[in-house]
């Protein structure tokens, strides 16, 4: 085992997820939980997230050679700063955050003398909360680190071993080019989900209940992705802001591009484009990232 006790701030998805996770695949490690609030923390130890469900930030880190903050990017440093008086003076600092140069200078920022090496485990669902969680979520998923210039290399090499060793596969990553790839990936697409299904729920012209009654299969899985945690969300749009903003002037001119070749009947165009986006959704299932089923895998 890499780490043998690890401190998990925040016991949402992602948190729960790791701490079963932890219990399941590497039952040796003792684990310590907290988040700020109290509904959750009885929730979490009704569910055995963690070992250990304590009342503040710095009691869970006491004697841990670990810390993950799981908590909104937004919040990552007030959470560091919660941690920074008691945490061991050898113990590696980490996230789960979406966006990785802020919470790259959150940390040094807060943890000037400890060892902050950001990660991004590339996976999640649109539920959220202590009931969420579930140990498998990492199983074949991608677990992204940017480690600091300066971080020890075999601090990086042990973090690396622990997601791993919870189903992960790991890559090495530069913390812009991080934040980046994730804004086409997840930030843009997550933008607009989030638009399309208020652009419908603003049409004057269409009911509700018909929104809801009629939705297809499109406007359905966009509804799943603008499920996802709005606090979450709204601190990775505002603190992954520069990388947004680079794709989405990009989307903006594919598709006015999209809407020039609808207006003029250009068919070519389309079908181009269409072809080439299929065979990207194919290589998707190809390295393992969704399931080729029909309708996503869903339970009929």
């Known amino acids: 085992m890499s780490f043998s006790r690890v401190a998990i701030i925040g016991l949402g998805l992602l948190g729960g997820s790791l701490g079963l996770a932890l219990r399941e695949k590497l039952p040796g490690v003792e ?46 440093q007030e959470a560091a700063r919660e941690i920074a008086a008691s945490l061991p003076a050898g113990a590696i600092v980490s996230d789960v955050g979406s966006s990785k140069r802020s919470v790259q200078q959150a940390l040094a920022e807060a943890l000037p003398d400890h060892v902050a090496i950001p990660a991004h485990p590339v996976a999640g669902t649109e539920q959220s909360g202590p009931d969420a969680g579930f140990p498998s979520l ?4 991608w677990c992204i680190l940017t480690p600091p210039a300066n971080a020890p290399q075999d601090a990086v090499e042990r973090l690396a071993e622990l997601w791993r060793d919870l189903g992960a596969r790991v890559e090495i990553m530069d913390a812009e080019h991080h934040d980046l790839v994730l804004a086409v990936t997840s930030h843009i697409p997550h933008l ?36 996802s945690d709005p606090v979450m969300w709204r601190d990775v749009f505002l603190n992954n802001r520069d990388a947004v903003l680079e794709m989405l002037g990009r989307f903006t001119e594919d598709l006015t591009a999209l809407q020039r070749a609808i ?10 484009l269409f072809s080439r986006t299929r065979d990207i959704r194919r290589s998707i299932i190809d390295e393992g990232q969704d399931d080729a089923a029909p309708d996503f895998g869903r339970d009929h």
């Open 31 to 76: 684990t310590f939980g907290y988040d700020r609030d109290p509904a959750t923390r009885a929730r979490a130890a009704e569910r055995g997230l963690v070992a250990q469900v304590v009342d503040s930030a710095a009691e869970a880190v006491l004697g841990c050679d670990l810390v993950i903050l799981c908590v909104p990017v937004g919040a990552m």
């Open 192 to 227: 607009i989900a989030y638009t399309i299904v208020g652009t419908a729920s603003d049409m004057e012209d269409v009911t509700r209940s018909e929104v809801i009654k009629y939705s297809a299969g499109g406007f359905r899985d966009f509804t799943r992705i603008a499920a």
């Open 263 to 272: 207006r003029a009947g250009d068919g070519d165009t389309l079908h181009e």
């Open 138 to 141: 990492f199983d074949g998923r």
